[in-house]
């Protein structure tokens, strides 16, 4: 082995990454285009949290959604650019945005004491945790595979 990290500049792509990456683009740039199907219900739940945790007003509610939905739509951009340039290191920071995302909104569902949404935003942070538990473990089988012959 060369001793580089596993998601180092030598990380090889694997064509395993590639349902992850379509899965990443797809999940980010479609819930960035929900938004005109299903503001109305989000102007509610966004008022809600906003109020439980901040305290701000209505004013607020709608630039809150749409600096939700870019930055869900940023994270889905990774995800293609991950996908056209064969990068893992570019999709395992896809995944990691999700992570810290899906973190944020935990928090947010704490501090709302909203049970129904924390719940399910933490059976996305678990998933995407396992997104990224694979990526390192393929990127490692990779490297070693690599280093055999």
């Given at each position: 082995m060369t001793g580089s990290p596993?998601?180092?500049?030598?990380?090889?792509?694997?064509?395993?990454?590639?349902?992850?990456?379509?899965?990443?683009?797809?999940?980010?740039?479609?819930?960035?285009?929900?938004?005109?199907?299903?503001?109305?219900?989000?102007?509610q739940q966004v008022g809600r949290y906003l109020d439980a945790t901040l305290g701000l007003g209505a004013d607020w509610v709608m630039p809150v959604i749409w600096l939700v939905k870019v930055v869900e739509l940023v994270l889905g951009l990774v995800a293609v650019a991950a996908v056209v340039r064969r990068s893992?290191?570019?999709?395992?920071?896809?995944?990691?945005?999700?992570?810290?995302?899906?973190?944020?909104?935990?928090?947010?569902?704490?501090?709302?004491?909203?049970r129904a949404e924390l719940q399910e935003h933490t059976v996305y942070f678990v998933m995407f945790a396992v997104l990224l538990g694979l990526i390192f473990v393929v990127s490692a089988v990779e490297q070693v595979l690599a280093s055999r012959t």
């Amino acid at each position: 082995m060369t001793g580089s990290p596993v998601l180092g500049g030598s990380a090889r792509w694997s064509r395993l990454f590639l349902p992850i990456g379509v899965f990443l683009a797809l999940f980010g740039v479609l819930n960035a285009v929900e938004l005109p199907l299903g503001w109305k219900d989000r102007q509610q739940q966004v008022g809600r949290y906003l109020d439980a945790t901040l305290g701000l007003g209505a004013d607020w509610v709608m630039p809150v959604i749409w600096l939700v939905k870019v930055v869900e739509l940023v994270l889905g951009l990774v995800a293609v650019a991950a996908v056209v340039r064969r990068s893992t290191r570019w999709l395992a920071a896809a995944v990691v945005g999700w992570l810290g995302w899906f973190t944020a909104f935990t928090a947010m569902d704490v501090w709302a004491a909203d049970r129904a949404e924390l719940q399910e935003h933490t059976v996305y942070f678990v998933m995407f945790a396992v997104l990224l538990g694979l990526i390192f473990v393929v990127s490692a089988v990779e490297q070693v595979l690599a280093s055999r012959t």
